[in-house]
């Protein structure tokens, strides 16, 4: 049982180091797709090779704006139908663009694509994208060793930002 000075306590402590969860900034109650779910909770949860960042923040460095995070919801139960989708427009050294990341076919494992900004023609088409391999396989892609946001004011505001708003 806790006593309200140790209440007090907690919730003006701020997040401990290595147990701050940056959250991708989308209403999930909108969302019906079971698959698009947990690709968004992979991004947000799975660490990136570097090991200091999650794949969101990993996106975040590589220029993602988190306010324009487009999303494909579909129907789970149809077979034939269009795959969810996730695209973050990015611009690294390595890609100027988009990021798409989506299902594959046989829905085992993902299909990462880049698209050149300014084209709809896919550039790069990575098929089989295991969940071990999404880390390595976004980190080749786009992660180009610039941080151009630092972690603690960047991360920890968006952090805020969408725990307020849950």
């Known amino acids: 049982m806790q006593t309200s000075h140790a209440k007090t306590l907690l919730a003006e402590h701020e997040p401990l180091i290595g147990f701050d969860r940056v959250r991708?900034?989308?209403?999930?109650?909108?969302?019906?797709s079971r698959r698009l779910l947990r690709m968004i909770e992979l991004l947000e949860v799975l660490k990136a090779p570097d090991e200091s960042r999650t794949l969101w923040q990993l996106l975040l460095d590589a220029g993602a704006d988190s306010n324009f995070v487009l999303l494909r919801d579909c129907n789970d139960d149809e077979q034939l139908g269009r795959r969810p989708a996730l695209q973050v427009q990015i611009e690294t050294t390595k890609h100027k663009g988009f990021l798409i990341i989506t299902h594959d076919s046989d829905d085992r494992g993902f299909r990462v694509l880049l698209q050149d900004a300014g084209t709809s023609v896919t550039r790069v088409t990575m098929d089989k994208v295991f969940v071990r391999m999404l880390g390595q396989v976004l980190f080749d892609l786009v992660d180009d060793g610039q941080h151009r946001s630092s972690r603690a004011d960047s991360y920890s505001e968006a952090n805020q930002d969408v725990l307020l708003s849950s």
């Open 24 to 32: 991708i900034p989308i209403d999930r109650e909108t969302i019906k």
